[in-house]
């Protein structure tokens, strides 16, 4: 079955710097990959997916890039506000997959 | 707000007790989610319905759990005698299947904490 890893576990970044999380994943066939971010005592809030057919998509500050052959996929946030203080989860699928496998999730906190 | 909603939000139970709770779907989306997050964790899949049919349960599913969604709207997962392993936020999900697979994007609502005494 699919096994997502998820680096760092933890990360702290003054304001205003770029936030860089990183993914991989063990099934060549999953083609789906959403990011999450999940608030304290609330649920995870999708906040940018990427379908193996584009290496990039971009909104606002937040970017995803996916590596295919390297099975790795990456978050990106740049301009971090302290907003933006969260726990943030990665996920894959593939088209006809069990169901979503979460990685462990990575405490991103923003110092003002 | 015509997100996925659940309820309670908090239970606090005894040992030994029953336990149900309920999850409405965005509406019109015809799958459901059942997960389960323990701290510092990522949520784990217990099990979907794909209208009110539950088409897929994880081992993480005992058979103390069970899950309906009548009429294919809102659904409801139960714990039969609870164990203080059974602590957790219990997190439920909807998506809009369109073209039959499985990467339709899911929806969480703002789980329910379970704490058994």
């Known amino acids: 079955g699919e096994n997502v890893e998820q680096h760092p576990s933890t990360l702290s970044v003054q304001e205003g710097d770029s936030a860089v999380i990183k993914c991989t994943y063990s099934?060549?066939?999953?083609?789906?990959f959403p990011w999450y971010k999940q608030e304290l005592g609330k649920g995870p809030q999708l906040i940018i997916d990427?379908?193996?057919?584009?290496g990039e998509k971009k909104d606002q500050r937040i970017a995803v890039t996916l590596n295919k052959t390297a099975k790795h996929f990456s978050l990106h946030i740049t301009e971090t506000q302290p907003e933006d203080s969260a726990v943030y989860f990665c996920?894959?699928?593939?088209?006809?997959?069990?169901?979503?496998?979460f990685g462990p999730g990575t405490r991103l906190s923003v110092l003002p | 707000d015509t997100g996925v909603s659940q309820n309670p939000r908090h239970k606090i139970t005894k040992r030994g007790q029953n336990v149900t709770f309920r999850c409405d779907p965005i509406?019109?989306?015809?799958?459901l989610y059942w997960y389960r997050q323990t701290l510092g964790q990522g949520p784990e899949f217990l099990t979907y319905?794909?209208?009110?049919?539950?088409?897929?349960k994880s081992r993480l599913l005992s058979d103390r759990f069970s899950a309906e969604r009548p009429k294919g709207s809102f659904s409801t997962l139960e714990i039969q005698r609870t164990e203080q392993g059974d602590s957790a936020m219990y997190l439920c999900?909807?998506?809009?299947?369109?073209?039959?697979?499985?990467?339709?994007?899911?929806?969480f609502g703002p789980g329910t904490r379970l704490t058994v005494l």
């Open positions: 999900a909807s998506s809009l299947d369109k073209s039959g697979s499985r990467t339709d994007t899911q929806y």
């Open positions: 319905f794909q209208n009110e049919a539950q088409l897929e």
């Open positions: 990427i379908r193996s057919n584009v």
């Open positions: 099934d060549s066939a999953s083609n789906y």
């Open positions: 996920a894959a699928i593939s088209n006809y997959g069990q169901n979503f496998v």
């Open positions: 509406s019109e989306h015809n799958r």
